[in-house]
Each structure stands twice: as structure tokens, then as C-alpha cells.
Nanobody, 122 residues
Framework: QVQLVESGGGSVQVGGSLRLSCVAS????????MAWFRQAPGKEREGVVA???????SFAESVKGRFTISRDNAKNTLYLQMDSLRSEDTAMYYC?????????????????RGQGTQVTVS
């Protein structure tokens, strides 16, 4: 069974940056489609980015040009670099595996999901 653990969240000022990490254990996440999504209180869940095993990405329009995703397969870690943060980026951020096609930011059929890390931008 795959376990996902997110870290790197925190409080940051508008315009600042954070890098989130998602460490996977118990599987071979380098072969998975993986994604970051977020949810703020009282708001709909929102896909942020998905990346397949070949490195192809699918970003939400709201984060294009500000967020980047990378994966270190040797460390079983997925990263989300978030720059030029805005107050509307405030949310709990989760990483997840997407076992079903397509590997896309609007696919919410999760295989495994972490517990999340809070990002607050003010």
C-alpha cells in the first residue's frame, strides 16, 4: 500500500514562495500519474497540477506560470514549487495518485491520497 506524506506548507506573504513535498512509500510512484489538488474551507476541491510518468503535466489555469512540478524518482518525492503566491492560493494542499486515465488536473478519482499540508497566503 502506498503512503503519501506532504510537507512544506506554512504562512507566507502575498508574492512569496513555498515548496511543497510529497514523499511516497510502499510503492513505485515513479510509474504513477500523480497530482496536487487543494481545498479551501467552504470551497470546491480544485486540481492544481497532474504529472504522468513521462513528465507530461496538466496545470490548472489559475496557477499556470506561477507553479511548477517536479519529481525525484530516486527519493520517491514529488515537489510543488509555488511562486508569486496570492491570497486565493490559501488552502489545504494534498498529493494523490491518479490510477485512472486521464492523467489530468480535473481527474479526482484518487488511488492514494496524503493528509495534506496547509498553505496560508496573506
Amino acid at each position: 500500500q502506498v503512503q503519501l506524506v506532504e510537507s512544506g506548507g506554512g504562512s507566507v506573504q502575498v508574492g512569496g514562495s513555498l515548496r511543497l513535498s510529497c514523499v511516497a512509500s510502499g510503492g513505485t510512484p515513479s510509474t504513477y500519474c500523480m497530482a496536487w489538488f487543494r481545498q479551501a474551507p467552504g470551497k470546491e476541491r480544485e486540481g492544481v497540477v497532474a504529472v504522468d510518468s513521462d513528465g507530461e503535466t496538466s496545470f490548472a489555469e489559475s496557477v499556470k506560470g506561477r507553479f511548477t512540478i517536479s519529481r525525484d524518482n530516486a527519493k520517491n518525492t514529488l515537489y510543488l514549487q509555488m511562486d508569486s503566491l496570492r491570497s486565493e492560493d490559501t488552502a489545504m494542499y494534498y498529493c494523490a495518485t491518479l490510477p485512472m486515465y486521464p492523467c489530468a488536473v480535473d481527474n479526482f478519482v484518487f488511488g492514494y491520497r496524503g493528509q495534506g499540508t496547509q498553505v496560508t497566503v496573506s
